[in-house]
């Protein structure tokens, strides 16, 4: 085992005002280490060679490097030091002259600037092309215009998030009618800078199965998966969002007045719900019930079903939240109430969010078809003693019948 002598550091050469110094030596061979420290902008620096040959060039390297760098700052007039020192001072800590450059660029750019109007223009001719709605143009021409009229002529991009602020407190817009002004200026902005394109219309529209497929699912799964088919149908006929499905318990089935119950603990926004269910899915969840335990197995159960019910379909994706998409535009067409089906689901957001995602995606007479998806067994009867209802006389509550 080789052994090093700590040894004074002690200036061996200096090339072209850097020091080489010696480091250490090793005591078995007598190989000497050569250390070159350099402090350059306020921060320390240190490299280690095995020969003073490779120390001198690599001190050669740097004092020509310092030297090119010093000759910038004589290119520079006396004036412009003067205002490059000045500059300083004001930036003070946190930031630099180059970032502050380049912000100034941001907001005056050198090349012909884009105004406010014809940012604008360009916005509301890319939402024609892209199908946008004649009531969301119409709405954003006049939240346009609104800011066009004290900001039009100003330089797209010398405007600020602050800019559109003060602007709608300046114009005494307040809550919800403040963030929709805000929001609208902003997505402005995020257009002009490339960070976010206008959608088709298209885009928008919630991917859905027709009844044949969704039968053809529930027939295979009856065939192969039987276990698998009452959490089909808390899926599909339910709405529930699969990791409530995963989650539930058949003591959260009240079979007996065909309504589901989602426990806070279960749910995505940890609200309690009850599901009511249609008369279909009654009958399903009857043919298929047990006593006890979880509906679907579990969540590694439920992605087994899905994975082998994928190759029984033959199909390579089961998009997400096909079924819940799927249930949402059958209830809403059949039933024409977006609260409902919003509340059935155990969502809070705005109805007419909702029914302009969902309105027209499914035909009424799919919609009908979906609900007339019917198990091809029948209820199987248990020894439950207070539960005596089967799949043909159990009442359905009016507030889903038909």
């Known amino acids: 085992m080789t052994t090093e002598k700590r040894v004074p550091k002690t200036r061996v050469k200096v090339v072209n005002g850097i020091s080489i110094l010696l480091h250490r030596t090793d005591r078995k061979t007598g190989k000497k280490y050569y250390a070159v420290n350099l402090r350059r902008g306020g921060q320390d620096s240190r490299k280690f060679f095995f020969t003073l040959e490779a120390a001198t060039i690599h001190c050669q390297q740097k004092a020509s490097e310092i030297k090119q760098n010093g000759l910038g700052t004589f290119q520079l007039t006396d004036k412009q030091r003067a205002d490059a020192l000045e500059a300083y001072k004001l930036l003070g800590e946190g930031t630099t002259l180059v970032a502050a450059i380049k912000e100034y660029l941001r907001i005056h750019p050198r090349q012909k600037a884009e105004t406010v109007l014809r940012t604008a223009a360009r916005y509301l001719r890319d939402m024609k092309k892209t199908e946008r709605r004649r009531i969301s143009i119409m709405e954003k021409r006049q939240k346009f215009r609104l800011f066009c009229s004290e900001h039009g002529k100003r330089n797209t991009a010398s405007i600020t998030k602050a800019d559109v602020l003060a602007w709608a407190d300046k114009s005494g817009y307040v809550g919800t ?8 200026i902003l997505s402005l902005l995020n257009f002009y800078a490339g960070n976010k394109r206008q959608p088709s ?8 199965w027709g009844p044949e497929r969704v039968e053809k699912v529930l027939r295979l799964a009856e065939e ?8 089909l149908v808390l899926l599909w006929f339910c709405g529930l969002r699969p990791g409530e499905a995963e989650k539930l318990t058949w003591e959260s089935v009240r079979l007996e007045d065909a309504s589901i119950f989602i426990d806070g603990e279960i749910s995505k926004i940890a609200a309690s719900r009850t599901v009511d269910l249609a008369p279909n899915a009654v009958r399903w969840l009857m043919a298929y019930r047990k006593m006890g335990g979880s509906v679907s197995g579990g969540a590694y159960v439920a992605r087994d079903y899905r994975e082998q019910l994928k190759k029984l379909v033959g199909i390579d994706k089961w998009p997400n939240d096909v079924a ?3 249930f949402a535009t059958a209830h809403y067409n059949h039933h024409g109430d977006a609260a409902k089906t919003l509340s059935q689901m155990g969502h809070f957001e705005g109805p007419q969010t909702f029914t302009r995602h969902y309105k027209g995606v499914m035909t009424a007479k799919d919609a009908a078809a ?6 091809s067994r029948t209820a199987v009867i248990t020894n439950r003693a207070d539960f005596a209802a089967t799949a043909e006389n159990i009442e359905t509550p009016k507030a889903i019948a038909g």
Do not use: S
């Open 370 to 375: 979906f609900w007339k998806i019917e198990p």
């Open 177 to 184: 009618n403040r963030d929709n002004y805000v929001g609208a």
């Open 224 to 231: 192969h998966l039987p276990d698998a088919v009452p959490w």
């Open 201 to 208: 219309r298209k885009a928008w529209l919630p991917v859905t």
């Open 324 to 326: 819940r998409h799927t």
